[in-house]
T-cell receptor
């Protein structure tokens, strides 16, 4: 079982729709959860972090965490073509432990 | 405030050669982690440096080594390059918080 699992996609959504990206993780001791956006040929950019169960909203982005189900999701409202990228889910145990990444989900927003 | 900077941005090396990649962390950050990202994959953790010591290491051979300097900048060295070492090498810096921020990466091609 992979430590962090994501559907590789591509996930295609029409412009203006809600994109829903999902991630599961195996380490129940994980405490910090991140979503990174990576455009083709570029490095990952941190867009959301979440540390406690529930929802966290930042502009058009909402991160959701359910530790009991070991599940993290990212919702993108009013999707724009500029949101087309690969979204990486990342998980970190406490302290200085390494951040573990999923393989990413490719999102395509169709104009 | 300069973010994480890496050099060089692109590099072509021949099998068997050695390479050194460099990273300057974000201002105020003291921890540097190195990742390897192959095409279509998520970043894979190589190692982490803190207070000039390797604090944690991923599943990479000894050909991969590193160093951190008193100003927190870091180097990644790879000896005896293999074709399979071709990848995007990412440096991430972090401070007291759990979030990590990436540099623009170094694209290494081994021919």
């Amino acid at each position: 079982q992979k430590e962090v699992e994501q559907n590789s996609g591509p996930l295609s959504v029409p412009e203006g729709a809600i994109a829903s990206l999902n991630c599961t993780y195996s380490d129940r001791g994980s405490q910090s959860f991140f979503w990174y956006r990576q455009y083709s040929g570029k490095s990952p950019e941190l867009i959301m972090s979440i540390y406690s169960n529930g929802d966290k909203e930042d502009g058009r982005f909402t991160a959701q965490l359910n530790k009991a189900s070991q599940y993290v999701s990212l919702l993108i409202r009013d999707s724009q073509p500029s949101d087309s990228a690969t979204y990486l889910c990342a998980v970190k145990p406490g302290g200085y432990q390494k951040v573990t990444f999923g393989t990413g989900t490719k999102l395509q927003v169709i104009p | 405030d300069a973010g994480v900077t890496q050099s060089p941005t692109h590099l072509i090396k021949t099998r068997g050669q050695q390479v050194t990649l460099r990273c300057s962390p974000k201002s105020g950050h003291d921890t540097v982690s190195w990742y390897q990202q192959a095409l279509g994959q998520g970043p894979q953790f190589i190692f982490q440096y803190y207070e000039e010591e390797e604090r944690q290491r991923g599943n990479f051979p000894d050909r991969f080594s590193g160093h951190q300097f008193p100003n927190y900048s870091s180097e990644l060295n790879v000896n005896a390059l293999l074709l399979g070492d071709s990848a995007l090498y990412l440096c991430a810096s972090s401070g007291t918080g759990p979030e990590a921020f990436f540099g623009q990466g170094t694209r290494l091609t081994v021919v």
